[in-house]
């Protein structure tokens, strides 16, 4: 009997003590569930993506204006479909947008949807520099780079799968609000810009284009930014400039990137803009999230965000201006002027067109 009852004395403590052995390894187990569960429920549809994408792009239509030139739109999207037709997701429905400011800058949205600067397009001096910076924002996109970032955040908590349908759309609209947040800022980090610096100059390359187009641009940049006490606006997040152009030439030898056209000619005629001084340039003060919603255009298609398609008409003066850019230094290409006219665009793009525009990518 004593043998008996010591061995459930036994039993018991062996219990006792496996107990909080066993339950410091059942966390751990929900947290692996758990964390699964949320990345599965923060991945979207094609459709969901080009949405967020297409809210985005109005967005900052609404805060710098289009430029309403079919020609200059017609240019930048066959170079830039061309480009994106290479890439790992040339089913997009890639849009190209020409934003009416001086600021320098570009914005990578979801869904297909790539953003360029009046200002970008007069410091750039050749097709090749151009294609580089396309070939950038375009790998942003393919690599869903700002829906990763966000999703990784956890600022954002995903409704269960069960829920309603009105509540995903609600979650929906939460994450369009954090996108654009991070892409006006063009808040990307090292890792993000390093790969979209790759990526981008190795889809203008397999097209035949320098690929030092991108370390030509990004010198110039650096030259008419070197007053400026903090970066500003187009790889505003990148990691310091002479390193990157290390990277860059590193991977251009170690790859055996060998592209030789420029084409410069081509874009001298169609690209006409003149850069704008950072001194000069007129900003205006970063609208309140109450602000952004009023001037946010109404959508004539629903939810794909590509109201107020209007016809090409002339611009009027913006009203909102401040002070110029010295008064406030923080970040003027980010908070530089925009036109006055929101209205999306719209060009078409043929497979005859492309074929004829790539002939041209000599040198």
């Given at each position: 009997?004593?043998?008996v009852w010591?061995?459930?004395i036994?039993?018991?403590m062996?219990?006792?003590?496996a107990?909080?052995?066993?339950?410091q390894?059942?966390?751990?187990?929900?947290?692996k569930?758990?964390t699964?569960?949320?990345?599965?429920?923060?991945?979207f549809?094609?459709?969901?993506?080009?949405q967020i994408?297409?809210?985005v792009s109005?967005?900052?239509r609404?805060?710098?204006g289009?430029?309403?030139d079919?020609?200059?739109?017609?240019?930048?999207?066959?170079?830039?479909t061309?480009?994106a037709?290479?890439?790992?997701r040339?089913?997009?429905?890639?849009?190209?947008?020409?934003?009416?400011t001086?600021?320098i800058n570009?914005?990578?949205?979801?869904g297909?949807?790539v953003?360029?600067?009046?200002g970008a397009?007069?410091?750039?001096r050749?097709?090749?520099?151009l294609?580089?910076?396309?070939?950038h924002?375009?790998?942003h996109?393919?690599?869903?780079?700002?829906l990763?970032?966000?999703?990784n955040a956890?600022?954002?908590?995903a409704?269960?799968?069960a829920?309603?349908?009105?509540?995903?759309?609600?979650?929906i609209?939460?994450?369009i609000?954090?996108?654009?947040s991070?892409?006006?800022?063009n808040a990307?980090?090292k890792?993000?810009?390093?790969?979209?610096?790759?990526?981008g100059?190795?889809?203008?390359?397999?097209v035949?284009?320098?690929?030092?187009?991108?370390s030509?641009f990004?010198?110039?940049?650096?030259?008419?930014?070197?007053?400026?006490?903090?970066?500003?606006?187009l790889f505003?997040?990148?990691?310091?400039?002479?390193e990157?152009?290390?990277?860059?030439?590193s991977?251009?030898d170690?790859?055996g990137?060998?592209g030789k056209?420029?084409?410069?000619?081509?874009?001298t005629?169609?690209?006409a803009?003149?850069?704008?001084?950072?001194?000069q340039?007129?900003?205006?003060?970063?609208?309140?999230?109450?602000t952004?919603?009023?001037?946010?255009?109404?959508?004539g298609?629903?939810?794909f965000?590509?109201?107020?398609?209007?016809g090409l008409?002339?611009?009027k003066s913006?009203s909102?201006?401040v002070?110029?850019?010295?008064?406030?230094?923080?970040?003027p290409?980010?908070d530089a002027?925009g036109?006055?006219?929101?209205?999306?665009v719209?060009?078409?793009v043929?497979?005859?067109e492309?074929?004829t525009?790539r002939?041209?990518?000599?040198?």
């Amino acid at each position: 009997m004593k043998r008996v009852w010591v061995a459930a004395i036994w039993v018991a403590m062996l219990g006792f003590v496996a107990q909080p052995v066993m339950a410091q390894f059942a966390p751990i187990k929900l947290i692996k569930d758990a964390t699964k569960k949320a990345q599965e429920e923060l991945t979207f549809t094609d459709e969901e993506e080009r949405q967020i994408g297409a809210d985005v792009s109005a967005k900052l239509r609404a805060r710098y204006g289009v430029v309403q030139d079919a020609g200059i739109h017609k240019y930048v999207s066959v170079l830039g479909t061309l480009l994106a037709q290479s890439s790992d997701r040339p089913s997009l429905k890639w849009t190209f947008v020409v934003l009416d400011t001086d600021g320098i800058n570009a914005f990578a949205a979801p869904g297909g949807f790539v953003h360029i600067t009046r200002g970008a397009l007069a410091l750039i001096r050749n097709e090749a520099e151009l294609a580089c910076v396309l070939g950038h924002e375009i790998s942003h996109v393919v690599f869903k780079h700002t829906l990763i970032a966000i999703r990784n955040a956890k600022v954002i908590k995903a409704p269960g799968k069960a829920t309603t349908a009105v509540t995903r759309t609600d979650f929906i609209e939460k994450y369009i609000t954090q996108v654009y947040s991070r892409v006006l800022e063009n808040a990307w980090s090292k890792s993000e810009e390093e790969e979209s610096d790759a990526a981008g100059v190795s889809l203008a390359n397999g097209v035949n284009y320098s690929p030092n187009g991108l370390s030509a641009f990004l010198q110039r940049l650096t030259d008419r930014n070197k007053g400026l006490t903090d970066r500003s606006g187009l790889f505003a997040s990148h990691p310091q400039t002479f390193e990157r152009l290390d990277d860059l030439a590193s991977l251009i030898d170690k790859e055996g990137l060998a592209g030789k056209a420029i084409v410069q000619a081509r874009y001298t005629r169609s690209v006409a803009y003149r850069s704008v001084a950072v001194s000069q340039m007129t900003q205006v003060p970063q609208p309140t999230e109450t602000t952004a919603k009023a001037e946010e255009p109404k959508s004539g298609l629903g939810k794909f965000g590509l109201g107020g398609l209007k016809g090409l008409g002339k611009e009027k003066s913006n009203s909102s201006t401040v002070s110029a850019t010295g008064s406030r230094g923080v970040n003027p290409d980010r908070d530089a002027k925009g036109g006055p006219n929101k209205a999306l665009v719209v060009v078409s793009v043929t497979q005859a067109e492309i074929a004829t525009f790539r002939k041209g990518i000599v040198g």
